[in-house]
């Protein structure tokens, strides 16, 4: 078979990238990381193939240096264009699937205004997020917003996933009994948390499922959505 590789990148651009079901690659520029065409439009307009779904073009993305992530990256990219780099760490990810969670830091620049932490006083807390498919917990710097993580985890879509703030260990005081209490380190979820959520508890350090989403998992609470709208169905175990 002929491939027809379409390598249309360059160095100092953001980028993104698909495989065609034949195994072609192509690549193109984009104006920021999230920016236009995005992968599908890209598979209507330029591949004549308006009907497509994603599952069929997977897909991938680049950054100016030319660092190849996402979740489909071929595994032999570089091969093809070298000026291109798959770095191991991202297939390492892909072989730990069936290994215990992973933390990956997200090295990504904070606001000039941070996040504020859940409560007036208390170190800043971090944003994170959890890849149930790759079992990788991406975890942002103190203070930063969630939004701050795209671009600087290997993953296209991390506002998709299940997401918290990781409060760091830190003392208040009972505004009734004015006892001193001691917190350990807290992850709050934002969404439902995944089934696996003691593992992700465990690898952050932090405390078990506490508050809403323990009481839904203990009673077999599940939240489906139907005809656009939110729906809550709650059993008993």
């Known amino acids: 078979m002929c491939m027809k590789h379409a390598f249309n990148w360059t160095p100092g651009s953001?980028?993104?990238?698909?495989?065609?079901?034949?195994?072609?690659?192509?690549?193109?520029?984009?104006?920021?990381?999230?920016?236009?065409?995005?992968?599908?439009?890209?598979?209507?307009?330029?591949?004549?193939?308006?009907?497509?779904?994603p599952?069929?073009?997977?897909?991938?993305?680049i950054d100016p240096h030319g660092k190849v992530f996402g979740s489909a990256p071929p595994p032999d990219i570089d091969k093809f264009d070298p000026r291109l780099t798959l770095t191991r760490k991202t297939w390492d990810f892909q072989s730990a699937?069936?290994?215990?969670v992973q933390v990956v830091d997200a090295n990504h620049p904070v606001k000039d205004e941070?996040?504020?932490?859940?409560?007036?006083?208390?170190?800043l807390d971090k944003p994170f997020a959890y890849d149930p498919v790759a079992r990788i917990v991406y975890l942002g710097q103190p203070g930063g917003y969630h939004t701050d993580m795209v671009g600087y985890v290997p993953?296209?879509?991390?506002?998709?996933?299940?997401?918290?703030?990781?409060?760091?260990?830190?003392?208040?005081?009972?505004?009734?009994?004015?006892?001193?209490?001691?917190?350990?380190?807290?992850a709050h979820w934002f969404s439902k948390p995944p089934e696996n959520h003691e593992e992700v508890h465990q690898a952050l350090g932090a405390a078990p499922l506490t508050g809403k989403w323990a009481w839904f998992f203990q009673h077999g609470a599940r939240v489906a959505k139907?005809?656009?709208?939110?729906?809550q169905v709650?059993?008993?175990?």
């Not at 699937?97 to 215990?100: A, H, K, L």
């Not at 709650?234 to 175990?237: F, R, V």
């Open 97 to 100: 699937v069936d290994g215990p």
């Open 234 to 237: 709650i059993g008993t175990e």
């Open 155 to 186: 993953h296209d879509n991390v506002l998709g996933l299940p997401q918290g703030r990781l409060r760091a260990p830190h003392t208040e005081t009972n505004p009734y009994t004015d006892d001193v209490e001691h917190t350990p380190v807290e």
């Open 55 to 61: 599952a069929e073009y997977p897909s991938f993305q």
């Open 14 to 53: 953001w980028g993104k990238g698909v495989t065609t079901p034949e195994g072609d690659i192509h690549t193109w520029n984009v104006d920021h990381v999230q920016g236009d065409p995005h992968h599908m439009t890209y598979v209507a307009d330029e591949l004549n193939d308006p009907y497509a779904r």
């Open 226 to 231: 139907n005809d656009g709208k939110w729906q």
């Open 114 to 123: 941070p996040h504020a932490p859940a409560y007036c006083e208390g170190p």
